[in-house]
């Protein structure tokens, strides 16, 4: 909804108007995470070109912004359930990638998709999770109650004892 109010679609980030490279380098994510998304910004664009030349803008300078805001204040919103289930993604990227042995970060690989199908069983047999199975419709099969539950339930998901 945040997104929304602000302006924003697609792709673009609740807090922050960081792009994919950024947020991939290192020296990007030590520094910290800037919650820089201003409602100001996005107003400010929309005063300086017409609404038509608006979207004819380069993506990078729209700041990931789609529309018009439909809000005169800043949200600043960050979905708990939405950020368990980004970093249970990555998590399990990690973890294929480990246990196939692959250091190159390619979700493509044979070896990290063999790996890939061998977790999700033992995960289905030893806690009922099932994740990373396309959906039918879009998306996963890794909902929000499976996210939370490896993150608060922890002595359910060792996933070190899975794999020895």
């Known amino acids: 909804m945040a997104i929304l109010l602000g302006g924003g679609g697609g792709a673009s980030r609740d807090l922050c108007t960081t792009s994919d490279e950024e947020i991939k380098s290192i020296n990007w994510v030590s520094s910290g995470f800037p919650i820089n998304r201003l409602i100001s910004d996005a107003w400010q664009l929309f005063d300086d070109v017409s609404e038509d030349d608006f979207l004819k803008l380069p993506s990078k300078q729209r700041l990931g912004i789609t529309h018009k805001p439909t809000s005169e204040i800043n949200i600043v919103a960050a979905s708990l359930l939405h950020a368990y289930l980004c970093v249970l993604r990555w998590y399990m990227l990690l973890i294929y990638h480990l246990d196939a042995d692959?250091?190159?970060?390619?979700?493509?690989?044979?070896?990290?998709?063999?790996?890939?199908?061998?977790?999700?069983?033992?995960?289905?047999?030893?806690?009922?999770?099932?994740?990373?199975?396309?959906?039918?419709?879009r998306g996963t099969s890794t909902k929000g109650n499976?996210?939370?539950?490896?993150?608060?339930?922890?002595?359910?998901?060792?996933?070190?004892?899975?794999?020895?």
Do not use: Y
């Open 102 to 137: 692959h250091k190159v970060w390619s979700p493509s690989n044979h070896k990290v998709n063999t790996s890939m199908r061998r977790i999700r069983a033992i995960l289905l047999e030893k806690c009922s999770f099932i994740v990373d199975i396309p959906s039918s419709q």
């Open 146 to 164: 499976i996210a939370r539950d490896c993150f608060w339930i922890s002595e359910t998901f060792k996933m070190g004892d899975f794999l020895d």
